[in-house]
Protein backbone atom coordinates (compact mmCIF):
# COMPACT_ATOMS: atom_id res chain seq x y z
CA UNK A 1 0.00 0.00 0.00
CA UNK A 2 1.35 3.52 -0.88
CA UNK A 3 0.26 7.02 0.10
CA UNK A 4 -0.25 9.32 -3.25
CA UNK A 5 -2.05 12.40 -3.01
CA UNK A 6 -3.36 11.87 0.68
CA UNK A 7 -5.01 8.92 -0.35
CA UNK A 8 -3.72 5.30 0.85
CA UNK A 9 -4.03 2.86 -1.92
CA UNK A 10 -2.94 -0.85 -3.00
CA UNK A 11 -0.58 -1.09 -5.87
CA UNK A 12 -0.81 -4.14 -7.19
CA UNK A 13 2.38 -6.28 -8.21
CA UNK A 14 2.78 -7.09 -12.03
CA UNK A 15 4.07 -9.93 -12.88
CA UNK A 16 7.01 -9.74 -14.57
CA UNK A 17 6.56 -11.42 -18.49
CA UNK A 18 9.97 -10.92 -19.93
CA UNK A 19 9.67 -13.28 -22.47
CA UNK A 20 5.63 -12.43 -23.21
CA UNK A 21 7.54 -8.84 -23.35
CA UNK A 22 10.21 -9.90 -26.01
CA UNK A 23 7.76 -11.60 -28.00
CA UNK A 24 5.31 -8.74 -28.22
CA UNK A 25 8.11 -6.69 -29.17
CA UNK A 26 9.39 -8.38 -31.22
CA UNK A 27 5.83 -8.91 -32.87
CA UNK A 28 5.39 -5.22 -33.14
CA UNK A 29 8.51 -4.94 -34.73
CA UNK A 30 7.98 -7.26 -37.42
CA UNK A 31 4.55 -5.41 -37.73
CA UNK A 32 5.90 -2.12 -38.01
CA UNK A 33 7.91 -3.48 -40.70
CA UNK A 34 5.01 -4.74 -42.93
CA UNK A 35 3.51 -1.26 -42.43
CA UNK A 36 4.08 2.13 -44.78
CA UNK A 37 5.52 5.18 -43.63
CA UNK A 38 1.83 7.06 -43.25
CA UNK A 39 0.57 4.26 -41.22
CA UNK A 40 3.67 3.86 -39.01
CA UNK A 41 3.70 8.23 -38.60
CA UNK A 42 -0.08 7.99 -37.68
CA UNK A 43 0.51 4.78 -35.23
CA UNK A 44 3.26 6.66 -33.43
CA UNK A 45 0.60 9.08 -32.38
CA UNK A 46 -0.97 6.92 -29.72
CA UNK A 47 1.61 5.35 -28.66
CA UNK A 48 2.08 4.97 -24.98
CA UNK A 49 5.12 5.46 -23.08
CA UNK A 50 4.99 3.93 -19.68
CA UNK A 51 8.09 4.06 -17.99
CA UNK A 52 6.55 7.48 -16.93
CA UNK A 53 4.25 5.31 -14.52
CA UNK A 54 6.47 2.93 -13.52
CA UNK A 55 8.68 6.05 -12.27
CA UNK A 56 5.74 7.67 -10.40
CA UNK A 57 4.95 4.48 -8.61
CA UNK A 58 8.54 3.65 -7.28
CA UNK A 59 8.56 7.35 -6.18
CA UNK A 60 5.67 7.05 -4.41
CA UNK A 61 6.62 4.17 -2.88
CA UNK A 62 9.80 5.79 -2.00
CA UNK A 63 7.92 8.44 -0.36
CA UNK A 64 5.37 6.17 1.76
CA UNK A 65 8.66 5.04 3.32
CA UNK A 66 9.36 8.11 4.25
CA UNK A 67 9.49 10.05 7.50
CA UNK A 68 8.48 13.60 5.55
CA UNK A 69 5.71 11.41 3.75
CA UNK A 70 3.08 13.92 4.93
CA UNK A 71 5.41 17.36 4.76
CA UNK A 72 5.77 16.41 1.04
CA UNK A 73 2.07 15.42 0.44
CA UNK A 74 0.57 18.92 2.06
CA UNK A 75 3.52 20.64 -0.17
CA UNK A 76 2.74 18.51 -2.87
CA UNK A 77 -1.51 20.16 -2.65
CA UNK A 78 -0.06 23.11 -1.79
CA UNK A 79 1.96 23.12 -5.21
CA UNK A 80 -0.99 21.97 -6.52
CA UNK A 81 -3.54 24.41 -5.54
CA UNK A 82 -0.45 27.11 -6.61
CA UNK A 83 -0.31 25.42 -9.84
CA UNK A 84 -4.45 25.42 -10.36
CA UNK A 85 -4.72 29.36 -9.15
CA UNK A 86 -2.09 30.19 -12.06
CA UNK A 87 -3.78 28.07 -14.31
CA UNK A 88 -6.95 29.87 -13.29
CA UNK A 89 -4.95 33.45 -13.73
CA UNK A 90 -4.16 32.10 -16.88
CA UNK A 91 -7.58 31.66 -18.22
CA UNK A 92 -8.41 34.79 -16.79
CA UNK A 93 -5.48 36.80 -18.27
CA UNK A 94 -6.45 34.64 -21.51
CA UNK A 95 -9.92 35.60 -21.36
CA UNK A 96 -9.16 39.44 -20.76
CA UNK A 97 -7.06 39.03 -23.73
CA UNK A 98 -9.66 37.38 -25.73
CA UNK A 99 -12.06 40.60 -24.13
CA UNK A 100 -9.10 43.18 -25.71
CA UNK A 101 -9.46 41.36 -28.69
CA UNK A 102 -12.92 41.44 -29.23
CA UNK A 103 -12.87 45.16 -28.02
CA UNK A 104 -9.82 46.13 -30.26
CA UNK A 105 -11.80 44.36 -33.12
CA UNK A 106 -14.70 45.91 -32.17
CA UNK A 107 -13.13 49.19 -32.62
CA UNK A 108 -11.17 47.93 -35.64
CA UNK A 109 -14.61 47.21 -37.31
CA UNK A 110 -16.08 50.83 -36.16
CA UNK A 111 -12.73 52.26 -37.87
CA UNK A 112 -13.46 50.99 -40.68
CA UNK A 113 -17.47 51.75 -41.12
CA UNK A 114 -16.37 55.18 -40.08
CA UNK A 115 -13.63 55.10 -42.74
CA UNK A 116 -16.35 53.77 -45.22
CA UNK A 117 -18.98 56.37 -44.50
CA UNK A 118 -16.53 58.81 -44.76
CA UNK A 119 -15.13 57.10 -48.38
CA UNK A 120 -19.06 56.93 -48.98
CA UNK A 121 -20.16 60.64 -48.01
CA UNK A 122 -16.82 61.96 -50.16
CA UNK A 123 -18.31 59.81 -53.35
CA UNK A 124 -21.78 61.20 -52.81
CA UNK A 125 -20.35 64.94 -52.68
CA UNK A 126 -18.27 64.03 -55.62
CA UNK A 127 -21.58 62.66 -57.04
CA UNK A 128 -23.26 65.85 -56.06
CA UNK A 129 -20.57 68.17 -57.43
CA UNK A 130 -20.38 66.25 -60.80
CA UNK A 131 -24.32 66.41 -61.10
CA UNK A 132 -23.81 70.42 -60.01
CA UNK A 133 -21.86 70.73 -62.79
CA UNK A 134 -23.27 68.93 -65.58
CA UNK A 135 -26.86 71.06 -64.33
CA UNK A 136 -24.94 73.78 -64.44
CA UNK A 137 -22.98 73.27 -67.66
CA UNK A 138 -26.82 72.46 -69.01
CA UNK A 139 -28.24 75.18 -67.53
CA UNK A 140 -25.10 77.50 -69.34
CA UNK A 141 -25.47 75.79 -72.57
CA UNK A 142 -30.05 76.88 -72.20
CA UNK A 143 -28.53 80.38 -71.79
CA UNK A 144 -26.01 80.70 -74.10
CA UNK A 145 -28.79 79.05 -76.50
CA UNK A 146 -31.45 81.32 -75.62
CA UNK A 147 -28.99 84.19 -75.94
CA UNK A 148 -27.88 82.92 -79.30
CA UNK A 149 -31.41 82.65 -80.13
CA UNK A 150 -31.76 86.40 -78.57
CA UNK A 151 -29.36 87.84 -80.59
CA UNK A 152 -30.12 86.07 -83.83
CA UNK A 153 -34.37 87.66 -83.17
CA UNK A 154 -32.22 91.07 -82.30
CA UNK A 155 -29.94 90.65 -85.59
CA UNK A 156 -33.08 89.57 -87.87
CA UNK A 157 -34.82 92.50 -86.39
CA UNK A 158 -32.00 94.79 -86.78
CA UNK A 159 -31.94 93.95 -90.07
CA UNK A 160 -35.05 94.27 -90.86
CA UNK A 161 -35.30 97.86 -89.62
CA UNK A 162 -32.14 98.84 -91.33
CA UNK A 163 -34.37 97.57 -94.71
CA UNK A 164 -37.26 99.74 -93.94
CA UNK A 165 -35.01 102.57 -92.79
CA UNK A 166 -33.15 102.37 -96.04
CA UNK A 167 -36.49 101.68 -98.19
CA UNK A 168 -38.08 104.84 -95.82
CA UNK A 169 -34.56 106.84 -96.78
CA UNK A 170 -34.33 106.23 -99.89
CA UNK A 171 -38.44 107.30 -100.56
CA UNK A 172 -37.15 110.73 -98.93
CA UNK A 173 -34.57 111.27 -101.01
CA UNK A 174 -36.54 110.24 -104.02
CA UNK A 175 -38.92 113.00 -102.89
CA UNK A 176 -36.62 115.53 -102.39
CA UNK A 177 -34.66 115.55 -105.59
CA UNK A 178 -38.40 115.68 -107.09
CA UNK A 179 -38.94 118.68 -105.28
CA UNK A 180 -35.59 119.91 -106.20
CA UNK A 181 -35.66 119.27 -109.94
CA UNK A 182 -39.20 121.08 -109.69
CA UNK A 183 -37.84 124.17 -107.68
CA UNK A 184 -35.23 124.56 -110.58
CA UNK A 185 -38.11 124.01 -113.30
CA UNK A 186 -39.86 126.87 -111.27
CA UNK A 187 -36.63 129.25 -110.85
CA UNK A 188 -35.48 128.47 -114.44
CA UNK A 189 -38.46 129.53 -115.80
CA UNK A 190 -38.74 132.84 -113.24
CA UNK A 191 -35.45 133.54 -114.45
CA UNK A 192 -36.42 132.88 -118.51
CA UNK A 193 -39.44 135.45 -117.68
CA UNK A 194 -37.95 138.07 -116.12
CA UNK A 195 -35.03 137.79 -118.87
CA UNK A 196 -37.61 138.15 -120.95
CA UNK A 197 -39.73 141.14 -119.30
CA UNK A 198 -36.08 142.91 -118.94
CA UNK A 199 -35.46 142.95 -122.37
CA UNK A 200 -38.87 144.11 -123.43
CA UNK A 201 -38.39 146.94 -120.73
CA UNK A 202 -34.34 147.76 -121.44
CA UNK A 203 -35.06 151.00 -123.13
CA UNK A 204 -37.79 152.26 -120.91
CA UNK A 205 -34.95 151.27 -117.51
CA UNK A 206 -32.36 153.33 -119.14
CA UNK A 207 -34.46 156.24 -119.80
CA UNK A 208 -35.49 156.30 -116.10
CA UNK A 209 -31.41 155.95 -114.49
CA UNK A 210 -30.93 158.97 -116.42
CA UNK A 211 -33.74 160.60 -115.85
CA UNK A 212 -33.12 160.25 -111.89
CA UNK A 213 -29.16 160.76 -112.15
CA UNK A 214 -29.94 164.48 -113.82
CA UNK A 215 -32.27 165.40 -111.04
CA UNK A 216 -29.80 164.27 -108.51
CA UNK A 217 -26.68 166.47 -110.04
CA UNK A 218 -29.02 169.48 -110.24
CA UNK A 219 -30.22 168.66 -106.46
CA UNK A 220 -26.32 168.40 -105.38
CA UNK A 221 -25.41 171.35 -107.41
CA UNK A 222 -27.87 173.84 -106.04
CA UNK A 223 -27.23 172.39 -102.55
CA UNK A 224 -23.30 173.50 -103.05
CA UNK A 225 -24.13 177.10 -104.20
CA UNK A 226 -26.48 177.62 -101.37
CA UNK A 227 -24.03 176.51 -98.24
CA UNK A 228 -21.28 178.50 -99.77
CA UNK A 229 -22.99 181.54 -100.53
CA UNK A 230 -24.90 181.31 -96.63
CA UNK A 231 -21.16 180.23 -95.20
CA UNK A 232 -19.27 183.30 -97.57
CA UNK A 233 -22.14 185.48 -96.10
CA UNK A 234 -21.11 184.12 -92.49
CA UNK A 235 -17.71 184.57 -92.86
CA UNK A 236 -17.71 188.01 -93.90
CA UNK A 237 -19.88 189.40 -91.80
CA UNK A 238 -17.83 187.51 -88.64
CA UNK A 239 -14.69 189.49 -90.06
CA UNK A 240 -16.07 192.85 -90.56
CA UNK A 241 -17.56 192.51 -86.95
CA UNK A 242 -14.88 191.97 -84.30
CA UNK A 243 -17.41 191.94 -81.79
CA UNK A 244 -18.68 188.89 -82.98
CA UNK A 245 -15.29 187.14 -83.51
CA UNK A 246 -14.54 188.09 -79.48
CA UNK A 247 -17.83 186.24 -78.35
CA UNK A 248 -17.27 183.34 -80.65
CA UNK A 249 -13.90 182.42 -79.30
CA UNK A 250 -14.79 183.07 -75.91
CA UNK A 251 -17.92 180.70 -76.31
CA UNK A 252 -15.67 178.46 -77.74
CA UNK A 253 -13.56 178.35 -74.67
CA UNK A 254 -16.02 178.36 -72.32
CA UNK A 255 -17.14 175.33 -73.95
CA UNK A 256 -14.20 173.83 -74.45
CA UNK A 257 -13.67 174.11 -70.46
CA UNK A 258 -17.31 172.82 -69.23
CA UNK A 259 -16.69 169.94 -71.43
CA UNK A 260 -12.96 168.95 -69.54
CA UNK A 261 -14.36 170.01 -66.05
CA UNK A 262 -17.35 167.32 -66.44
CA UNK A 263 -15.23 165.05 -67.61
CA UNK A 264 -13.10 165.37 -64.05
CA UNK A 265 -15.86 165.60 -62.20
CA UNK A 266 -17.67 162.55 -63.50
CA UNK A 267 -14.41 160.55 -62.68
CA UNK A 268 -14.03 162.33 -59.07
CA UNK A 269 -17.85 161.17 -58.78
CA UNK A 270 -17.85 158.03 -60.37
CA UNK A 271 -14.71 156.95 -57.69
CA UNK A 272 -16.56 158.45 -54.74
CA UNK A 273 -19.61 156.55 -55.85
CA UNK A 274 -17.24 153.43 -55.75
CA UNK A 275 -15.33 153.85 -52.93
CA UNK A 276 -18.55 154.47 -50.55
CA UNK A 277 -21.20 152.89 -52.42
CA UNK A 278 -20.28 149.91 -54.65
CA UNK A 279 -17.25 147.79 -54.37
CA UNK A 280 -13.94 147.18 -56.47
CA UNK A 281 -13.80 145.06 -59.40
CA UNK A 282 -11.69 142.66 -57.64
CA UNK A 283 -13.70 141.91 -54.81
CA UNK A 284 -15.86 138.66 -55.02
CA UNK A 285 -18.09 139.02 -51.78
CA UNK A 286 -18.27 141.49 -49.09
CA UNK A 287 -20.71 142.30 -46.16
CA UNK A 288 -20.02 145.48 -46.35
CA UNK A 289 -23.07 147.99 -46.52
CA UNK A 290 -23.31 149.10 -50.33
CA UNK A 291 -26.17 150.78 -52.01
CA UNK A 292 -26.18 148.89 -55.21
CA UNK A 293 -26.08 145.48 -53.12
CA UNK A 294 -28.90 146.68 -50.55
CA UNK A 295 -31.12 147.44 -54.01
CA UNK A 296 -30.19 143.51 -55.43
CA UNK A 297 -30.22 141.81 -52.26
CA UNK A 298 -32.51 143.93 -49.56
CA UNK A 299 -33.34 140.37 -47.68
CA UNK A 300 -29.90 139.77 -46.94
CA UNK A 301 -28.58 142.76 -46.11
CA UNK A 302 -31.40 143.30 -43.61
CA UNK A 303 -30.35 139.69 -42.04
CA UNK A 304 -26.85 140.91 -42.23
CA UNK A 305 -28.26 144.35 -39.70
CA UNK A 306 -30.13 142.04 -37.81
CA UNK A 307 -27.62 139.14 -37.19
CA UNK A 308 -25.77 139.23 -33.96
CA UNK A 309 -21.93 138.79 -33.05
CA UNK A 310 -21.32 134.99 -32.39
CA UNK A 311 -18.93 132.48 -31.57
CA UNK A 312 -15.44 132.86 -33.89
CA UNK A 313 -16.06 128.65 -34.10
CA UNK A 314 -19.36 127.89 -34.32
CA UNK A 315 -20.03 125.03 -36.62
CA UNK A 316 -15.90 124.99 -37.49
CA UNK A 317 -14.84 121.65 -36.20
CA UNK A 318 -10.80 121.80 -35.61
CA UNK A 319 -7.99 119.99 -34.05
CA UNK A 320 -8.06 121.38 -30.14
CA UNK A 321 -4.53 123.02 -30.19
CA UNK A 322 -5.70 124.72 -33.66
CA UNK A 323 -9.27 125.92 -31.85
CA UNK A 324 -7.35 127.55 -28.92
CA UNK A 325 -5.21 129.39 -30.99
CA UNK A 326 -8.21 130.68 -33.69
CA UNK A 327 -9.96 131.55 -30.32
CA UNK A 328 -7.01 133.37 -28.83
CA UNK A 329 -6.62 134.93 -32.31
CA UNK A 330 -10.86 136.09 -32.29
CA UNK A 331 -10.18 137.57 -28.65
CA UNK A 332 -7.26 139.57 -29.86
CA UNK A 333 -9.08 140.93 -33.08
CA UNK A 334 -12.16 142.15 -31.03
CA UNK A 335 -10.32 143.94 -28.44
CA UNK A 336 -8.47 145.48 -31.27
CA UNK A 337 -11.64 146.68 -32.88
CA UNK A 338 -12.74 147.88 -29.92
CA UNK A 339 -10.25 149.50 -28.48
CA UNK A 340 -9.75 150.85 -32.52
CA UNK A 341 -6.08 149.71 -32.24
CA UNK A 342 -3.63 148.63 -35.35
CA UNK A 343 -4.63 144.80 -36.82
CA UNK A 344 -2.48 142.32 -37.15
CA UNK A 345 -1.38 140.50 -40.47
CA UNK A 346 -2.18 136.21 -40.88
CA UNK A 347 -1.61 133.79 -43.61
CA UNK A 348 -3.35 130.70 -42.83
CA UNK A 349 -2.43 127.96 -45.01
CA UNK A 350 -2.82 124.17 -45.60
CA UNK A 351 -4.98 121.96 -47.56
CA UNK A 352 -7.73 122.77 -49.64
CA UNK A 353 -11.41 122.13 -47.91
CA UNK A 354 -10.03 123.13 -44.34
CA UNK A 355 -11.96 125.42 -43.18
CA UNK A 356 -10.16 128.68 -43.90
CA UNK A 357 -12.59 130.92 -45.57
CA UNK A 358 -15.61 129.64 -43.16
CA UNK A 359 -13.35 130.98 -40.06
CA UNK A 360 -12.65 134.04 -41.93
CA UNK A 361 -16.68 135.06 -41.99
CA UNK A 362 -16.87 133.60 -38.57
CA UNK A 363 -14.20 136.13 -37.08
CA UNK A 364 -15.69 139.24 -38.78
CA UNK A 365 -18.74 138.24 -37.76
CA UNK A 366 -17.15 137.80 -33.76
CA UNK A 367 -15.47 140.80 -34.23
CA UNK A 368 -18.36 142.82 -36.00
CA UNK A 369 -16.38 144.10 -39.04
CA UNK A 370 -17.13 143.57 -42.61
CA UNK A 371 -15.11 141.18 -44.66
CA UNK A 372 -14.24 141.54 -47.95
CA UNK A 373 -13.07 138.06 -49.92
CA UNK A 374 -10.85 138.44 -53.20
CA UNK A 375 -9.00 135.69 -55.11
CA UNK A 376 -5.55 135.99 -56.44
CA UNK A 377 -5.94 134.26 -59.52
CA UNK A 378 -8.18 137.27 -60.74
CA UNK A 379 -5.34 139.58 -60.51
CA UNK A 380 -3.00 137.85 -63.31
CA UNK A 381 -5.32 138.44 -65.82
CA UNK A 382 -5.75 142.22 -65.75
CA UNK A 383 -2.31 142.83 -66.83
CA UNK A 384 -1.02 146.39 -66.62
CA UNK A 385 -4.71 147.08 -64.96
CA UNK A 386 -3.33 144.82 -62.01
CA UNK A 387 -1.89 148.09 -60.31
CA UNK A 388 -4.57 150.81 -60.29
CA UNK A 389 -7.07 147.82 -59.74
CA UNK A 390 -5.24 147.03 -56.14
CA UNK A 391 -4.94 150.51 -55.32
CA UNK A 392 -8.28 150.94 -56.00
CA UNK A 393 -9.03 147.40 -53.33
CA UNK A 394 -7.17 149.09 -50.28
CA UNK A 395 -8.48 152.70 -50.84
CA UNK A 396 -12.27 151.32 -50.64
CA UNK A 397 -10.78 148.94 -47.18
CA UNK A 398 -9.39 152.31 -45.98
CA UNK A 399 -12.87 154.37 -46.31
CA UNK A 400 -14.12 151.36 -43.85
CA UNK A 401 -15.92 152.69 -40.82
CA UNK A 402 -16.57 149.72 -38.85
CA UNK A 403 -12.98 147.73 -40.12
CA UNK A 404 -12.65 145.56 -42.89
CA UNK A 405 -11.56 142.05 -42.66
CA UNK A 406 -9.70 141.95 -45.95
CA UNK A 407 -8.88 138.07 -47.28
CA UNK A 408 -6.98 137.59 -50.00
CA UNK A 409 -7.58 133.41 -51.12
CA UNK A 410 -4.84 131.84 -53.09
CA UNK A 411 -2.55 134.79 -52.70
CA UNK A 412 0.51 132.77 -53.60
CA UNK A 413 -0.85 133.59 -57.33
CA UNK A 414 0.33 137.09 -57.32
CA UNK A 415 2.75 137.46 -54.31
CA UNK A 416 5.06 134.53 -55.66
CA UNK A 417 9.02 135.31 -55.44
CA UNK A 418 10.03 138.30 -57.81
CA UNK A 419 13.21 136.01 -58.26
CA UNK A 420 10.79 133.33 -59.99
CA UNK A 421 11.24 133.06 -63.61
CA UNK A 422 7.21 132.44 -64.48
CA UNK A 423 6.50 135.76 -62.87
CA UNK A 424 5.68 138.49 -65.47
CA UNK A 425 6.93 142.60 -65.56
CA UNK A 426 2.99 143.10 -64.79
CA UNK A 427 2.98 140.58 -61.96
CA UNK A 428 5.72 142.40 -60.20
CA UNK A 429 4.20 145.55 -60.70
CA UNK A 430 1.15 144.37 -58.54
CA UNK A 431 3.39 143.01 -55.92
CA UNK A 432 5.31 146.22 -55.66
CA UNK A 433 1.76 147.91 -55.56
CA UNK A 434 0.60 145.50 -52.80
CA UNK A 435 4.29 145.60 -50.34
CA UNK A 436 3.24 149.52 -51.00
CA UNK A 437 0.24 149.82 -49.17
CA UNK A 438 0.96 146.92 -46.90
CA UNK A 439 4.33 148.48 -45.14
CA UNK A 440 2.80 149.55 -42.25
CA UNK A 441 0.05 148.37 -39.62
CA UNK A 442 -3.41 149.77 -40.27
CA UNK A 443 -6.07 150.50 -38.07
CA UNK A 444 -8.85 150.79 -40.67
CA UNK A 445 -8.43 146.80 -42.29
CA UNK A 446 -6.85 143.75 -41.37
CA UNK A 447 -5.30 141.51 -44.15
CA UNK A 448 -5.67 137.77 -43.78
CA UNK A 449 -4.04 135.55 -46.73
CA UNK A 450 -4.59 132.54 -47.58
CA UNK A 451 -2.37 129.86 -49.63
CA UNK A 452 -1.80 126.01 -50.50
CA UNK A 453 1.76 126.38 -51.09
CA UNK A 454 2.49 129.34 -48.93
CA UNK A 455 6.93 128.39 -49.37
CA UNK A 456 6.29 130.64 -52.88
CA UNK A 457 5.55 133.53 -50.87
CA UNK A 458 8.36 136.75 -51.59
CA UNK A 459 10.57 137.30 -48.83
CA UNK A 460 9.05 140.50 -48.66
CA UNK A 461 5.23 139.01 -47.83
CA UNK A 462 6.62 137.17 -45.41
CA UNK A 463 7.70 140.20 -43.30
CA UNK A 464 4.53 141.75 -43.58
CA UNK A 465 3.14 138.79 -41.83
CA UNK A 466 2.61 138.67 -37.74
CA UNK A 467 1.22 135.34 -37.49
CA UNK A 468 1.38 132.25 -39.24
CA UNK A 469 -1.59 129.38 -38.74
CA UNK A 470 -1.54 126.10 -40.02
CA UNK A 471 -4.44 124.26 -40.99
CA UNK A 472 -4.25 120.61 -41.02
CA UNK A 473 -6.61 117.94 -41.97
CA UNK A 474 -9.19 116.16 -39.89
CA UNK A 475 -8.28 113.52 -37.77
CA UNK A 476 -10.50 110.22 -36.24
CA UNK A 477 -11.60 112.58 -33.01
CA UNK A 478 -12.84 115.89 -36.08
CA UNK A 479 -13.34 113.64 -38.86
CA UNK A 480 -16.39 111.58 -36.09
CA UNK A 481 -17.57 115.55 -35.22
CA UNK A 482 -18.37 116.25 -38.84
CA UNK A 483 -19.48 113.45 -39.86
CA UNK A 484 -22.20 113.53 -37.01
CA UNK A 485 -22.77 117.18 -37.63
CA UNK A 486 -23.29 117.06 -41.46
CA UNK A 487 -25.46 114.47 -40.57
CA UNK A 488 -27.99 115.97 -38.18
CA UNK A 489 -27.63 119.02 -40.40
CA UNK A 490 -28.46 117.29 -44.10
CA UNK A 491 -30.06 113.97 -42.50
CA UNK A 492 -31.99 114.38 -39.19
CA UNK A 493 -32.84 118.23 -38.98
CA UNK A 494 -34.74 117.72 -43.11
CA UNK A 495 -36.38 114.05 -41.82
CA UNK A 496 -37.67 116.31 -38.70
CA UNK A 497 -38.94 118.95 -40.42
CA UNK A 498 -41.50 116.49 -42.65
CA UNK A 499 -40.02 117.55 -46.22
CA UNK A 500 -41.35 115.44 -49.00
CA UNK A 501 -40.33 112.64 -50.21
CA UNK A 502 -37.36 112.41 -46.95
CA UNK A 503 -37.06 110.08 -44.49
CA UNK A 504 -34.89 107.84 -42.39
CA UNK A 505 -35.48 104.56 -41.54
CA UNK A 506 -34.41 103.36 -38.01
CA UNK A 507 -30.93 102.08 -37.39
CA UNK A 508 -27.67 102.81 -34.93
CA UNK A 509 -26.97 106.30 -36.26
CA UNK A 510 -23.93 106.36 -33.35
CA UNK A 511 -22.21 103.01 -34.68
CA UNK A 512 -22.82 104.18 -38.02
CA UNK A 513 -21.47 107.74 -38.29
CA UNK A 514 -18.09 106.19 -35.97
CA UNK A 515 -17.83 103.80 -38.87
CA UNK A 516 -17.78 106.33 -41.64
CA UNK A 517 -15.64 108.32 -40.27
CA UNK A 518 -13.53 105.69 -39.70
CA UNK A 519 -13.68 104.88 -43.95
CA UNK A 520 -13.19 108.51 -44.24
CA UNK A 521 -9.41 108.76 -43.84
CA UNK A 522 -7.36 111.74 -45.94
CA UNK A 523 -11.03 113.07 -46.50
CA UNK A 524 -11.12 117.03 -45.53
CA UNK A 525 -14.04 118.82 -44.12
CA UNK A 526 -15.19 120.20 -47.20
CA UNK A 527 -15.00 116.60 -49.03
CA UNK A 528 -17.27 115.29 -46.03
CA UNK A 529 -19.65 118.04 -46.34
CA UNK A 530 -20.55 117.13 -50.08
CA UNK A 531 -20.87 113.81 -48.51
CA UNK A 532 -23.76 114.64 -46.16
CA UNK A 533 -25.73 116.52 -49.78
CA UNK A 534 -24.65 113.49 -51.24
CA UNK A 535 -26.90 111.81 -48.72
CA UNK A 536 -29.89 113.51 -49.21
CA UNK A 537 -29.44 113.54 -53.11
CA UNK A 538 -29.72 109.30 -52.34
CA UNK A 539 -32.70 109.89 -50.58
CA UNK A 540 -34.42 112.02 -53.60
CA UNK A 541 -33.19 109.35 -55.97
CA UNK A 542 -34.61 106.70 -53.42
CA UNK A 543 -38.14 105.19 -55.15
CA UNK A 544 -39.78 105.37 -51.81
CA UNK A 545 -38.15 108.21 -50.31
CA UNK A 546 -36.82 106.63 -47.42
CA UNK A 547 -32.94 106.84 -46.61
CA UNK A 548 -31.34 103.05 -45.26
CA UNK A 549 -28.21 102.72 -43.33
CA UNK A 550 -26.70 100.64 -46.93
CA UNK A 551 -27.64 103.88 -48.72
CA UNK A 552 -25.68 106.12 -46.39
CA UNK A 553 -22.59 103.61 -45.99
CA UNK A 554 -22.98 103.24 -49.98
CA UNK A 555 -22.51 106.70 -50.45
CA UNK A 556 -19.80 106.88 -48.00
CA UNK A 557 -17.92 104.19 -49.92
CA UNK A 558 -18.04 106.05 -53.15
CA UNK A 559 -16.91 109.01 -51.85
CA UNK A 560 -13.90 107.25 -50.54
CA UNK A 561 -13.28 105.74 -53.51
CA UNK A 562 -13.59 109.07 -55.56
CA UNK A 563 -11.19 110.65 -53.03
CA UNK A 564 -8.54 108.16 -54.09
CA UNK A 565 -9.23 108.43 -57.68
CA UNK A 566 -8.54 112.34 -56.90
CA UNK A 567 -5.35 111.94 -55.41
CA UNK A 568 -4.02 108.62 -57.88
CA UNK A 569 -4.87 111.79 -60.68
CA UNK A 570 -1.93 113.81 -59.07
CA UNK A 571 0.90 113.78 -60.53
CA UNK A 572 4.54 113.05 -58.81
CA UNK A 573 5.18 116.89 -57.93
CA UNK A 574 1.76 116.99 -57.20
CA UNK A 575 1.78 114.39 -54.79
CA UNK A 576 5.15 115.21 -53.08
CA UNK A 577 3.77 118.81 -52.61
CA UNK A 578 0.47 117.64 -51.31
CA UNK A 579 2.35 115.67 -48.89
CA UNK A 580 4.52 118.46 -47.83
CA UNK A 581 1.04 120.45 -47.69
CA UNK A 582 -0.52 117.67 -44.99
CA UNK A 583 2.75 116.74 -43.67
CA UNK A 584 1.43 113.45 -42.55
CA UNK A 585 -0.86 115.28 -40.37
CA UNK A 586 -4.32 114.29 -39.72
CA UNK A 587 -3.63 110.90 -39.62
CA UNK A 588 -4.17 108.92 -36.51
Known amino acids: MSWLFGYKSKVPEQPQMPESGDQ??????????????????????????SSALERAAEAARTLEKSRNAKEALDLSKLQEVTRQQEYMAKVKEYEAHIENSKVEQKRVDHE????????????QQQRAQYQDQLARKRYEEQLSQQQ???????????ESVAKQEAMRRQTIEHEMDLREKNKMKLLEAELRAKAKVDRENRDLTLEQIRLKAQENRITVMEGIKTAGSVLGAGAQALLTDWQKVVAAAGGLSLLALGVYSAKGATGVTARYVEARIGKPSLVNETSRFSLLEAVRHPIQMFKRFKSKPADALQGIVLQPKLEERLRDIAIATKNTKNNRGYYRNILMHGPPGTGKTMFVKKLATHSNMDYAIMTGGDVVPLGRDSVTAIHKVFDWANTSRRGLLLFIDEADAFLRKRSSERISEDLRSALNAFLYRTG????RFMLVLASNTPEQFDYAINDRLDEMVEFTLPGLE????????????????PAAEGKKRFKVEQWDYSACCSKMAKLCKGMSGREISKLGVSWQAACYASEDGVLTEKMVLDRCEAAVNQHKQKMAWLSEQEQLDHKSITGGRGSE
Open 24 to 49: STAGQAAGDQTLTKAERKAMEAYRFD
Open 112 to 123: ERRKTLIEETKQ
Open 148 to 158: RVQEENLRKQE
Open 440 to 443: EQNP
Open 478 to 493: ERERLVRLYFDKFVLQ
